[in-house]
C-alpha cells in the first residue's frame, strides 16, 4: 500500500521558505574573512620564497665575483718572477708596502697567459673602503726601459669598498729549514735579492670579521 502524507498550508510555505533562503550578512563576512586570510597566506608564502631564492641568487653572485678576483689575484702573484735587470745583478725586481705591490709575473692576459708581464696590484683609498686595482703592462720595461711608449696595457678593477685592505709578506728568514710563520708589511727584492714565499691581502668583511687570502709564490729565486 502507498503512504500519503497530508501537510498543512502553513507547514507547506515553511519548508519552501526554508529552501529558497539565501546567505545571510554574518556568513558571506565569515567566507570572505576566511578567503581575504587564505589568499593572505598565500601571497605570504609566495613572497618569502621570492626573497629567499633572491638572497641566494645574490649570494651565489657574490661568492662567484670573489672567486673570480681571488683566481686573477692567485694567478698573477703565484706566477710572480724573480726578475733582474741584468745577470749581473743579483737583486730582484719585486717592490711591496702595506698599500700596494709591484714586481714581474710569468702570467699575462695580453697574450692569452703567455709572456712576461709587469704587474701592480694597488689600493685607492676612498670614503667608502679601498678599491683594489690590478693594472699590467707589456712588454716589461724597468729602470732605463721604463720611460718607452707603446706596448699593452691593462686595467682591472677587481673590488670595492674593502675596509681596513692592506698588504703582508711571508719572509723565509735566512734558514729555509725554518717553517715558523714571520709576516713583514713591507719588501724590498733589492735588498732581500728575493722574492717573499707568499703574499697575503688582509681586510674586514662585512661583519667586521678579518678576512685573509695567502697567495704561495712558486719561484722564489734564480740559480746563479
Same mark, same amino acid.
Given at each position: 500500500?502507498?503512504?500519503?502524507?497530508?501537510?498543512?498550508?502553513?507547514?507547506?510555505?515553511? !519548508?519552501? +521558505? &526554508?529552501g529558497e533562503r539565501g546567505f545571510t550578512l554574518i556568513e558571506m563576512t565569515i567566507a570572505m574573512t576566511l578567503l581575504a586570510v587564505?589568499?593572505?597566506?598565500?601571497?605570504?608564502?609566495?613572497?618569502?620564497?621570492?626573497?629567499?631564492?633572491?638572497?641566494?641568487q645574490a649570494r651565489a653572485d657574490l661568492s662567484q665575483?670573489?672567486?673570480?678576483?681571488?683566481e686573477i689575484l692567485a694567478g698573477y702573484i703565484r706566477s710572480a718572477f724573480?726578475?733582474?735587470?741584468?745577470?749581473?745583478?743579483?737583486?730582484?725586481?719585486f717592490i711591496g708596502s702595506d698599500r700596494d705591490v709591484e714586481f714581474i709575473s710569468s702570467l699575462s692576459t695580453g !697574450?692569452? +697567459? &703567455?709572456g712576461m708581464s709587469r704587474v701592480r696590484i694597488s689600493s685607492d683609498l676612498s670614503g667608502g673602503g679601498a678599491a683594489l686595482v690590478l693594472d699590467e703592462e707589456m712588454p716589461v720595461r724597468v729602470g732605463?726601459?721604463?720611460s718607452g711608449g707603446g706596448g699593452y696595457r691593462n686595467n682591472i678593477l677587481l673590488a670595492e669598498g674593502l675596509r681596513g685592505l692592506r698588504f703582508e709578506y711571508l719572509d723565509p728568514g735566512e734558514d729555509p729549514r725554518n717553517f715558523e710563520e714571520n709576516w713583514v708589511n713591507e719588501w724590498d727584492g733589492k735588498q732581500k735579492r728575493a722574492l717573499p714565499r707568499a703574499v697575503r691581502l688582509v681586510y674586514r668583511g662585512d661583519r667586521g670579521e678579518e678576512v685573509r687570502w695567502t697567495f704561495p709564490i712558486m719561484i722564489r729565486v734564480l740559480a746563479p
Amino acid at each position: 500500500m502507498k503512504a500519503f502524507s497530508v501537510l498543512s498550508p502553513e507547514h507547506r510555505k515553511t !519548508l519552501v +521558505g &526554508r529552501g529558497e533562503r539565501g546567505f545571510t550578512l554574518i556568513e558571506m563576512t565569515i567566507a570572505m574573512t576566511l578567503l581575504a586570510v587564505m589568499v593572505g597566506v598565500l601571497y605570504g608564502s609566495f613572497y618569502l620564497s621570492d626573497r629567499a631564492v633572491a638572497k641566494a641568487q645574490a649570494r651565489a653572485d657574490l661568492s662567484q665575483s670573489q672567486r673570480t678576483r681571488e683566481e686573477i689575484l692567485a694567478g698573477y702573484i703565484r706566477s710572480a718572477f724573480p726578475y733582474r735587470l741584468s745577470p749581473r745583478d743579483a737583486s730582484v725586481y719585486f717592490i711591496g708596502s702595506d698599500r700596494d705591490v709591484e714586481f714581474i709575473s710569468s702570467l699575462s692576459t695580453g !697574450l692569452g +697567459g &703567455r709572456g712576461m708581464s709587469r704587474v701592480r696590484i694597488s689600493s685607492d683609498l676612498s670614503g667608502g673602503g679601498a678599491a683594489l686595482v690590478l693594472d699590467e703592462e707589456m712588454p716589461v720595461r724597468v729602470g732605463d726601459k721604463g720611460s718607452g711608449g707603446g706596448g699593452y696595457r691593462n686595467n682591472i678593477l677587481l673590488a670595492e669598498g674593502l675596509r681596513g685592505l692592506r698588504f703582508e709578506y711571508l719572509d723565509p728568514g735566512e734558514d729555509p729549514r725554518n717553517f715558523e710563520e714571520n709576516w713583514v708589511n713591507e719588501w724590498d727584492g733589492k735588498q732581500k735579492r728575493a722574492l717573499p714565499r707568499a703574499v697575503r691581502l688582509v681586510y674586514r668583511g662585512d661583519r667586521g670579521e678579518e678576512v685573509r687570502w695567502t697567495f704561495p709564490i712558486m719561484i722564489r729565486v734564480l740559480a746563479p
